[in-house]
């Protein structure tokens, strides 16, 4: 069964700052990955997604990479500001079906 | 495109009651899901549809029925309300599945906070 782990559960960083954000999943049968940011009491909007055969796919201050043969997809974050300040979730395509991780609170101080 | 749209936002239900949960989207993808958000257990797929008249099952099918009689439809009912369903629902759709990238991504609804007392 796929699982996918989201680490760390929460993160909080001073405005300006790098930051990665981590993602694993047990099953390299993922098909795609695609990244989300949940505002609270909001629903999700998405960021990016990587289909298997890339290594990664980038968005203005965001550059998401996917390594299938270790489980792994990482969420870069550039220069971080206030208005980043959300839950990041990774889900896996698989079979029809999003698995999504837990997500990761994202707190950036001014 | 008003996109993935929901309703109600919000909804109040006693035990034993039932009600349908609306969802449309308006940008004639095929594939339409329902996802339950709960504290803890993150995002679960309920039941998923690949294109008109054909639904399947997800994770956390048992007490929610559906059906998919169009393209921009896919309404999710509660037969007889149990409070374990007070959750937080969500629609999502996409173009395809599997399939490349910029068909792929998959767009969701605002969600509807239903509490079951």
């Known amino acids: 069964k796929q699982e996918v782990t989201q680490i760390p559960a929460a993160l909080s960083v001073p405005e300006g700052e790098n930051l990665v954000l981590n993602c694993s999943f047990t099953?390299?049968?993922?098909?795609?990955l695609q990244w989300f940011r949940q505002d609270p009491g909001k629903g999700l909007t998405s960021l990016l997604l990587?289909?298997?055969?890339?290594r990664e796919q980038t968005s203005g201050r965001l550059n998401a990479s996917l390594d299938k043969s270790s489980g792994r997809s990482t969420l870069y974050i550039a220069a971080s500001q206030p208005g980043d300040s959300a839950t990041y979730l990774c889900?896996?395509?698989?079979?029809?079906?999003?698995?999504f991780g837990q997500g990761t609170e994202l707190s950036v101080k001014p | 495109n008003a996109g993935v749209t929901q309703t109600p936002k919000f909804q109040v239900l006693k035990t034993g009651q039932s009600m349908t949960l609306q969802c449309a989207q308006d940008?004639?993808?095929?594939?339409m899901s329902w996802y339950r958000q709960d504290p803890g257990m993150g995002l679960r797929l309920i039941h998923y549809?690949?294109?008109?008249?054909?639904?399947d099952q997800g994770e956390v099918p048992n007490g929610y029925n559906v059906s998919r009689s169009t393209t921009e439809d896919f309404p999710l009912r509660l037969l007889s309300a149990a409070p374990s369903q007070t959750s937080v629902y969500f629609c999502?759709?996409?173009?395809?599945?599997?399939?490349?990238?910029?068909?792929?991504?998959?767009?969701f609804g605002p969600g509807t906070r239903l509490t079951v007392l």
């Open positions: 999502a759709s996409s173009y395809s599945f599997n399939g490349p990238v910029s068909t792929d991504t998959q767009y």
């Open positions: 099953d390299s049968a993922i098909y795609n």
């Open positions: 990587i289909q298997s055969s890339q």
């Open positions: 889900a896996g395509h698989q079979g029809g079906k999003l698995i």
């Open positions: 940008m004639n993808h095929e594939y």
């Open positions: 549809s690949v294109g008109a008249g054909i639904t």
